[in-house]
């Protein structure tokens, strides 16, 4: 992949907008000490996905980006092939609903009627068979981390604008490429950022062999599955681990990066891909903002 010219003056290709009205709200109460605040939170609503003329599931969601994570949701549970060709993707904003249209013809009815709910908040779903080529998949190599990414990402993603610095309650993922961050998708579910980036990655035919997927979610065992899903082979979370996470990143070969914040990170998967090319000593520490906001609500 060639990276284009990014459309945002902080590098990004891709992002959700802190600015849409749409995102979030103004809502006023009262402090501790029972003084009036306005506060702005984040907005959740239902979208009922189809595939073609069959119901997949209802997801709560901020709504930006409904195409990408419809796609992304059906690649990251078997739905959809990587050869499938995508005939329409129709959304209609007063029906709450998404139709992704493919030349296939597609049936997930017994599918469908084995699901496992997962530890993501918002209520994960993985359907039974997501895991049947999970030992298949094989992720690249050759690819690296070097440290120095790692803290320039780092202080990039930190300050960025996001939904998360304006009003909280969000996880964010990222998409990154050496120490360039590409897209960055927020939603009240860490599973709907990661399907609306492995959405865009497939309609945008961007290889995943040489990328970095960053979240500030823990790292479960669904984020490890979607990440390797999708091909990526280095995943990093400012947030820890889960031992199932770990125990499948393993299996898989994943480079599993966990509590990155400022100069620190613990590695416990993959560590060859790693390069440590960065004083670590020359790393900005963690924003004040950032950290207040981590306080409260980190492993949320």
């Known amino acids: 992949m060639t990276i284009a010219k990014p459309p945002f003056d902080d590098g990004f ?3 959700s907008d802190p600015s849409d ?20 939170v984040v907005t959740e609503k239902p979208l009922t996905l189809y595939l073609n003329r069959q119901e997949i599931v209802t997801m709560m969601t901020i709504g930006d980006h409904p195409g990408l ?22 959304y209609d904003e007063d029906l ?60 990039k993603i930190n300050t960025a604008p996001s939904l998360y610095l304006e009003a909280g309650a969000i996880h964010g993922c990222v998409l990154c490429q050496g120490d360039a961050p590409l897209v960055y998708m927020e939603d009240v579910g860490r599973h709907n950022a990661v399907d609306k980036i492995a959405g865009w990655m497939f309609l945008n035919k961007v290889k995943p062999d040489d ?18 899903m999708m091909g990526i082979p280095i995943l990093v979370s400012r947030s820890g681990f889960t031992a ?18 400022g100069k620190r990170f613990v590695a416990l998967s993959g560590l060859d891909r790693i390069e440590f090319d960065g004083d670590p000593t020359e790393a900005g520490g963690e924003s004040p903002r950032h950290r207040r906001k981590s306080a409260s609500e980190d492993n949320s």
């Not at 809502?27 to 605040?37: Q, R, S």
């Not at 249209?101 to 599918?111: A, D, L, P, S």
């Not at 996470?245 to 990155?260: C, H, N, S």
């Open 96 to 155: 709450e609903v998404v139709v992704v249209r493919t030349e296939r013809e597609t049936n997930y009815e017994t599918k469908l009627q084995k699901k496992v709910r997962t530890s993501g908040c918002a209520q994960g779903t993985v359907f039974g068979d997501v895991m049947d080529n999970f030992s298949d998949i094989a992720l690249s190599p050759d690819a690296r981390l070097k440290t120095s990414w790692l803290y320039s990402l780092t202080h």
């Open 211 to 228: 990328k970095i997927f960053y979240t500030t979610g823990r790292l479960t065992s669904e984020m490890v599955i979607k990440t390797v």
């Open 13 to 15: 290709l891709l992002r």
């Open 244 to 261: 199932w996470g770990v125990e499948l990143a393993r299996e898989a070969g994943l480079t599993l990066i966990g509590r990155a914040r």
């Open 69 to 90: 994570m419809a796609v992304g949701y059906l690649l990251n549970q078997n739905m959809l092939h990587a050869d499938d060709e995508i005939t329409a993707i129709d």
């Open 21 to 40: 009205p749409r995102l979030s709200a103004k809502v006023v109460g009262i402090d501790h000490l029972g003084v009036e605040v306005t506060t702005r």
